[in-house]
T-cell receptor, first 113, second 113 residues
Framework: EDKVVQSPLSLVVHEGDTVTLNCSYE??????LLWYKQEKKAPTFLFML????IEKKSGRLSSILDKKELFSILNITATQTGDSAVYLC?????????????FGTGTLLAVQP | ETGVTQSPTHLIKTRGQQVTLRCSSQ?????VSWYQQALGQGPQFIFQ???????GRGNFPPRFSGLQFPNYSSELNVNALELDDSALYLC????????????FGSGTQLSVL
């Protein structure tokens, strides 16, 4: 059965800290890995990764994929209170519904002032 | 703002009742997916609609059904509600055949008493 596992489940840090969120997966016909940020209700897209070793970067956030070891990390540097959210990792697979994503349970990040 | 709108935002029903949730997709998007997110869990794929037909389904019973209209908007219907159906229901729109970068609405919070 396809699965996506995120760790840690929750994390409390102080403003200015750097955090690393982990996502491992076991799926057949891997196609892509995506990161979403969910603050209240609607998950918002952060990154999509399809190739190993190529870092994607957006401001203080970055992410990289390792298709050999089947994991990805999301880094947030110089955290701010506005980074507090649930971070969801999801995997897209080939075959079946084109846009089906398999989500992990998420990492709840709390950034304290 | 993703341009995906869902209604209603909140809904309270009793066990055994039926419910209809609605979603308007982002302009230009022809595919709609529905996800169920239980408290503390990641979203789970229910089904996807493209060209007014279901073209992918997750592990949900037949009492979960849907429709897509010519303007690409969509409905999710759930019959014979059970307590475990209490969850946030997320609609996501995308372009078929592109990638899994989904744009989510803010969801409908369904409570079944």
């Amino acid at each position: 059965e396809d699965k996506v596992v995120q760790s840690p489940l929750s994390l409390v840090v102080h403003e200015g800290d750097t955090v690393t969120l982990n996502c491992s997966y076991e799926v057949t016909n891997f196609r892509s890995l995506l990161w979403y940020k969910q603050e209240k209700k609607a998950p918002t897209f952060l990154f999509m990764l399809t190739s190993s070793g190529i870092e994607k970067k957006s401001g203080r956030l970055s992410s990289i994929l390792d298709k050999k070891e089947l994991f990805s990390i999301l880094n947030i540097t110089a955290t701010q209170t506005g980074d507090s959210a649930v971070y969801l990792c999801a995997v897209g697979t080939d075959g079946g519904a084109t846009n089906k994503l398999i989500f992990g349970t998420g990492t709840l990040l709390a950034v304290q002032p | 703002e993703t341009g995906v709108t869902q209604s209603p935002t909140h809904l309270i029903k009793t066990r055994g009742q039926q419910v209809t949730l609605r979603c308007s997709s982002q302009s230009g998007h022809n595919t709609v997916s529905w996800y169920q997110q239980a408290l503390g869990q990641g979203p789970q794929f229910i089904f996807q609609y493209y060209r007014e037909e279901e073209n992918g389904r997750g592990n949900f019973p037949p009492r979960f059904s849907g429709l897509q209209f010519p303007n690409y908007s969509s409905e999710l219907n759930v019959n014979a509600l059970e307590l475990d159906d209490s969850a946030l229901y997320l609609c996501a729109s995308s372009l078929q055949g592109t990638n899994e970068k989904l744009f989510f609405g803010s969801g409908t919070q369904l409570s079944v008493l």
